[in-house]
């Protein structure tokens, strides 16, 4: 299904997976496990032998979501249930909810409630990385993962199934790394738009199969420079709708380096393969890579950007700000504060999931690189 | 303590006194630590470090309708509008100086629980950064509902509030002294029991005190738990509260009190005397909220204090489950015979509102009373729609009327 796409495959399943993600569940009888972003260790369904799939979101009108979220919580909370409660929720037989921030606080009460057939487990990873007890209980919260989907599905796992997984799965990140790292290089060799929608693609379908793709992605890749492109810095969790990767992509913008839960986030969390894979997990999510809202300081953002930022010589930090993300917006304004004073131009741009009219982001994006080129901010 | 004083004289004695100790902290070598509403404050009390509540000190702004001012002042800042409005009062008051108290002082430390919710982190980070304080957080992951889980959940809590007791020990440098805390979590126990008792008075009828009263009553649990004034206090309400029992006093007479509700959320501060003018006019009382029950502790003496602490402050109805919330509620329904119900959707606290319209479909369908279901913020007028609000809580007296006329038994 996913092994031997081209490029533009690869944008059209991004867009829209869950109709390959049917079909493949129903060929290869397995069943599949829904988890919203961004802690939830896929690697352990996937030794489960089901599809973990990361929910992130649907462009479709929010029908049935408003009445259970209202419309100041978060918007990709609201657009993943939204997917589930109207439209893709029949292909899932699970699913691994997080708890993050107060918008996710109930959520997956409210999704256990919501499909009261389905398998609903919260994942609670800790909201504090920096005492040793915060290590002990995400080791803890791996094996309660572990158990209750073996009591759920009946099955049991070993190290070495789990090790296979996390191999498959750090092949997929290591891959997307080398085609991330060929883009930054060459930004005419892939469109932002195209490596981004790979990253998509990759948290949602079989990773097994889509190594395939990348590799033969990789393998045909042609090097190009390109003209007049901008190197810049994504910051935030994700970039939605897809289309604000098209204004990028429009305006010569290159992505040399990015913080996205859906981009380096995911990317930098290749698990350590030489001992007990619950420990290496459980490492993994401690050393995570790049700032997150929910329990680092602004200090280690500002620090990261400005060195990210540094060590690739962009031009510009883009932020991404999803609208009603009060994690990001408690820290919005001394970060701002902190890369302005740093000299570092930076530019919020503010987005929703299910926005149709991208003109307003578009103008004040393209307004924002005129000054940047002439000179004055 | 003067055995003479009201409860209410009491109240204004046991605040003046520790405000001016927290005022004079430094001076008699304190320190004084910002705590959330609901946290483990027992060892800050323990280790003689003074707990001040920013959110008790935007509650009083707010209730003095302070909050759209204030509020303004903290977007003009960059922070968006529909953040917490506790926050946006308090980083404002420390931007102006507005405040209609005398202000509280600054910290020397942060301590943040997210059982209420994770907004109070983020808010202290500001508040930390701005100081360079020194901040802990204690993580209380949600109270799920598998048995295994809690007791690993308990153990982490545990683990945590060793933690912050070393944090205590670092920052003060000074030894955590465990037999003072053992005396503290006593005083705690009995002021709890205290608070519970005076909550639990709702049940009779008439009932003596409404919500209204619990808010206002609620206040030196909240600052004061784990101090032997504190309890010396509910003793003095409830005698208080008994009396008026006892001579059938209620906040409505007898046969006025044809509603008793139950009340979903934070209030909103700013229209505390208003709502209850306007729902007495129809006879309604709000009785009760799983709010106000936050601080109605049940410490377990026998136990490890850290324990029977992380037991208490992971379960508190922000942190369970919404199934657990249900039975919680039913419990009170039950209970103190409540037979109508308010859900408010507090834009400022998505952390409780955001299990609202999930909670409330439960609660209808169990209970067979229909609810009411409005939408505004707690601290912030400019989201209070006050024509629309009336009329609404004019629609659902109408409502119960009509359905008490169809069936008169009920």
């Known amino acids: 299904m996913w092994e031997d796409l081209n490029l533009k495959q690869i944008l059209e399943y991004a867009k829209d997976p869950y109709p390959s993600i049917r079909k493949w569940l129903k060929d290869k009888g397995k069943k599949a496990v829904g988890s919203t972003i961004a802690d939830v260790p896929e690697e352990v369904i996937h030794a489960f032998d089901c599809l973990p799939v990361s929910l992130i979101g649907t462009d479709k009108p929010l029908k049935k979501a408003p009445s ?19 439209y893709e929720g029949d292909l899932f037989d699970g699913f691994v909810l997080p708890q993050v921030c107060d918008t996710t606080q109930h959520l997956s009460d409210i999704w256990r409630i919501s499909f009261p057939n389905k398998y609903v487990e919260s994942y609670l990873a800790p909201r504090q990385v920096d005492r040793p007890s915060a290590r002990y209980w995400v080791k803890e919260e791996i094996e309660r993962l572990i158990a209750s989907m073996s009591s759920w599905s009946g099955k049991s796992i070993n190290d070495t199934v789990l090790n296979d997984s996390i191999a498959i799965h750090n092949e997929n990140k290591k891959l ?27 948290m949602q379908v079989d990773k097994a199969e889509f190594n395939k793709t990348l590799k033969n992605v990789k393998a045909n890749l042609k090097p190009r420079k390109g003209k007049n492109y901008t190197d810049v810095i994504l910051v935030g969790i994700t970039c939605d709708p897809p289309e604000v990767l098209d204004l990028f992509d429009e305006i010569k913008l290159n992505i040399v380096g990015d913080s996205l839960v859906t981009g380096s986030r995911y990317l930098q969390g290749i698990v350590a393969q030489n001992g007990s894979p619950v420990e290496a997990l459980a490492e993994r999510h401690m050393k995570g890579g ?78 924002f690189f005129e000054s940047l080129k002439g000179g004055s901010l | 303590m003067s055995e003479k004083l009201n409860s209410k004289q009491l109240s204004k004695k046991i605040t003046d006194e520790y405000m001016e100790d927290a005022f004079r902290a430094h001076e008699n070598g304190k320190l004084i630590g ?16 003074v707990p001040i509540y920013p959110e008790n000190h935007a509650v009083a702004n707010l209730t003095a309708k302070k909050g759209a001012q204030l509020c303004s002042i903290t977007e003009n800042l960059g ?94 440098k000074k030894k955590f002294d465990y037999d003072r805390l053992k005396e503290v979590m ?19 009828k008439p009932s003596p005190i409404s919500i209204f009263d619990a808010l206002i009553g609620m206040a030196i649990a909240v600052y004061r738990r784990g101090t032997p004034e504190c309890v010396e206090y509910y003793q003095t309400l409830c005698d208080e509260i008994q009396a008026k029992v006892d001579q059938g006093i209620g906040v409505l007479p007898k046969d006025k009190e044809k509603y008793r509700l139950y009340w979903e ?36 003496l026998d136990k490890d204090p850290l324990v029977t602490l992380a037991e208490n402050y992971v379960s508190v109805f922000s942190n369970s489950t919404i199934e657990d919330r249900v039975e919680m509620a039913t419990e009170l329904f039950k209970k103190y015979s409540m037979n109508a119900m308010i859900m408010f959707m507090n834009r400022s606290c998505k952390a409780v509102s955001f299990a609202v319209p999930t909670l409330k479909d439960i609660l209808v369908k169990r209970m067979g009373i229909p609810a009411l279901v409005f939408e505004s913020d707690m601290g912030d007028q400019r989201f209070y729609a006050e024509s629309q609000v009336r009329t609404r809580i004019e629609a659902y007296f109408e409502t119960l009327d009509r359905l008490q006329a169809d069936n008169p038994a009920a």
């Not at chain 1, 259970?68 to 109207?86: K, T, V």
């Not at chain 1, 009219?357 to 994006?365: C, G, I, K, Q, V």
């Not at chain 2, 907004?119 to 598998?146: C, S, Y």
């Open chain 2, 265 to 300: 959320n934070l209030p909103v501060w700013f229209k505390f005397s208003d709502h209850a003018k306007l729902l007495g006019s129809y006879g309604g009382v709000i009785l009760t909220s799983l709010y106000v029950h936050a601080w109605s502790f049940d410490f377990d």
């Open chain 2, 34 to 49: 910002y705590s959330t509403a609901i946290s483990p404050v027992e060892l800050f009390v323990a280790h003689d470090i």
């Open chain 1, 290 to 367: 790049f700032f997150s809202p929910i329990h680092d300081n602004v200090y280690k953002h500002f620090e990261e950007v400005k060195a990210l930022y540094k060590a690739t010589s962009a031009k510009a930090i883009i932020y991404v700000h999803i609208e009603f993300c009060e994690s990001q917006e408690y820290d919005l304004p001394d970060l701002k504060k902190m890369i302005r004073q740093e000299g570092i131009p930076m530019h919020v741009l503010d987005t929703e999931y299910q926005t149709v009219s991208l003109s307003h982001l578009r103008t004040r994006l393209q307004a």
């Open chain 1, 68 to 86: 259970r979220l209202p419309d100041n919580g978060c918007s990709l909370a609201r657009s993943n249930l939204e997917l589930a409660l109207s």
């Open chain 2, 186 to 204: 006593k005083y705690s126990a009995q002021s709890s029991i205290l608070y519970k008792k005076f909550l639990d008075m709702a049940q009779y």
């Open chain 1, 176 to 202: 997307l790394q080398e085609i991330y790292e060929i883009k930054k290089k060459n930004p005419g060799t892939i469109t932002n738009k195209q490596f981004f929608s790979m990253v998509k693609l990759a």
């Open chain 2, 79 to 172: 922070y968006t509008s529909h953040l917490c409005a506790y926050a946006r009062s308090d980083l404002a008051y420390r931007e102006s100086g507005i405040t209609v108290t005398k202000g509280i002082p600054e910290p020397d430390l942060l301590l943040a629980c997210n059982a209420q919710c994770f907004t109070l982190t983020k808010w202290f980070q500001v508040l930390a950064r701005k100081g360079n304080l020194p901040m802990f957080v204690f993580d209380t992951p949600e109270h799920i509902m598998d048995k295994k889980a809690r007791e690993e959940i308990v153990k982490y809590c545990v683990l945590q509030l060793k933690e912050l007791i070393g944090f205590l020990e670092e920052v003060t």
